[in-house]
């Protein structure tokens, strides 16, 4: 069983700027893709950048906003996010594949609300 922890989140005016961490917690299982999705209310979980063994994916929505960042050796991942708009606010849920079936893991999730 691998927990995924997440810090950062809040409230911030349309324009600034949040920084999103996730930690995974010790495993013998290699960890291939490491990522955010986030959920608005009413909507569906959607992705929104992730780092797998052969790319880094971004959501068009947020290319050239938020960058995915990765420590393989440490398995942390960093969302940072800039220029937020207040679509942009959601639940934002690390995730996980880990193990050879590539088994998903979520993170509790963290509020991130963009004010106009």
């Known amino acids: 069983q691998v927990q995924l922890v997440e810090s950062g989140g809040g409230l911030v005016q349309a324009g600034g700027s949040l920084r999103l961490s996730c930690a995974a917690s010790?495993?013998?299982?290699?960890?291939?893709?490491m990522g955010w999705y986030r959920q608005a209310p009413g909507m569906q979980r959607e992705l929104v950048a992730r780092?797998?063994?052969?790319?880094?994916d971004y959501a068009d929505s947020v290319k050239g906003r938020f960058t995915v960042s990765r420590d393989s050796d440490k398995n942390t991942c960093n969302l940072q996010m800039n220029s937020l708009k207040p679509e942009d606010t959601a639940i934002y849920y690390c995730?996980?594949?880990?193990?050879?079936?590539?088994?998903?893991?979520w993170g509790q999730g963290t509020q991130v609300t963009v004010s106009s």
């Open positions: 995730h996980a594949q880990v193990g050879p079936w590539h088994q998903d893991y």
């Open positions: 010790r495993t013998f299982l290699r960890i291939s893709s």
């Open positions: 780092i797998t063994d052969d790319a880094t």
